[in-house]
């Protein structure tokens, strides 16, 4: 199971705390060219370790905006890592307005070079909430890019914006369901650490948006998905039957996988059956182990029930033992799973569990 981290993107999203760069415009070729040179490397001294994590075997190219990278670059790296393959998913992150500038034939040749799902950043289909957010594309763009894609698509929304009404979210969710994707993910919108977004509260620029709005948001999400058919499989996850994200739902199930990129982490099992966490510096080349950590039993324990509720598997009731399960919904095979109706509020049942 692999994860890379491509650290480019074109413009920085309002919200985002992803660790990116925007290229110089005057070398931006060299820049992709020492990335993928150091990426290569990485992969070569990191072999072994790669080996042993092909349990799922997914690939998962994310960032930053890896659809920024040239073809040449993205090819290098595929061939650099097909001896692990094949991949069951192969997954990359792209962004409509490179769809739409690249064209049919860029989704040909990243379809040749193992793509196998394209999970897209359309956020919203109503042009005033994009310019909030900052995003590159419009309500256009992004029509046109999902309509050049094939294979499995992921579509990802953001709810929970200051001053996006219910009437806006409802016309980008009726919309977007008459695409048909493969896959839905839609988050709420969240203030981290870094973001542009924390300045503009910090200046009083914008305020959150209410919870009470927020509830609305997710409430109807979990209704119209329902409705359209989708399986509402992980608190921000939807998809058809049989089309759930494998990488991803490898992560809640916390399988180990290794993270390459900078920025990136890692989860391994070292040779005395110890789970060990690392994590990678922030540069555009160069970059090397920061840190590492040993997971404890305890920490082990609490990450298992608080990814494990997030999806509709839920988590057994050994890891539950005298604890008040009464929020909670039984399930046949001896797991307990937080009901939907509940799930707005999932991160205050957890930590009480925990």
Request: with cysteine.
């Amino acid at each position: 199971m692999i994860y890379i981290h491509v650290p480019f993107c074109r413009s920085y999203c309002t919200y985002c705390d992803f660790y990116s760069e925007i290229p110089c415009s005057n070398r931006e070729g060299a820049d992709f060219q020492c990335y993928t040179c150091s990426l290569l490397s990485e992969i070569e001294a990191r072999r072994s370790e790669i080996s042993a994590t092909l349990g799922m075997n997914t690939l998962y190219i994310g960032g930053g905006t890896p659809s920024a990278l040239p073809l040449e670059n993205l090819k290098q790296i595929a061939d650099a890592l097909k001896c692990f393959g094949p991949y069951r998913e192969f997954t990359i992150e792209v962004n409509p307005e490179d769809i739409v500038d690249k064209g049919d034939a860029y989704v040909e040749a990243l379809r040749a070079i193992g793509v196998t799902r394209f999970s897209m950043g359309v956020q919203s289909l109503d042009d005033k909430m994009l310019s909030w957010m900052n995003r590159r594309h419009n309500a256009a763009g992004a029509r046109k890019a999902f309509g050049l894609l094939k294979g499995e698509r992921s579509v990802d929304i953001i709810t929970g914006v200051p001053d996006m009404s219910i009437e806006i979210l409802e016309k980008t969710v009726d919309e977007v369901i008459g695409w048909r994707p493969e896959h839905i993910s839609a988050y709420q919108l969240s203030i981290e650490e870094g973001s542009a977004l924390e300045k503009m509260i910090e200046d009083g620029k914008t305020d959150e948006a209410p919870e009470e709005e927020c509830r609305k948001h997710y409430e109807f999400l979990c209704t119209s998905l329902k409705t359209a058919g989708y399986h509402h499989y992980e608190i921000s996850n939807w998809s058809l039957p049989g089309h759930e994200a494998l990488h991803n739902s490898a992560y809640w199930k916390r399988v180990p996988y290794v993270g390459l990129g900078p920025g990136a982490h890692s989860l391994r099992i070292g040779e005395d059956g110890t789970q060990i966490r690392s994590w990678n510096s922030k540069q555009i080349s160069g970059w090397s182990v920061k840190g590492s950590e040993i997971l404890s039993e305890q920490e082990i324990r609490e990450e298992t029930i608080m990814l494990g509720f997030r999806t509709d598997k839920g988590v057994s009731g050994s890891l539950l033992e005298g604890r008040d399960c009464s929020l909670l919904e039984a399930l046949p095979n001896g797991n307990y799973r937080i009901p939907e109706n509940r799930l707005f509020v999932a991160d205050d049942i957890i930590s009480d569990l925990i």
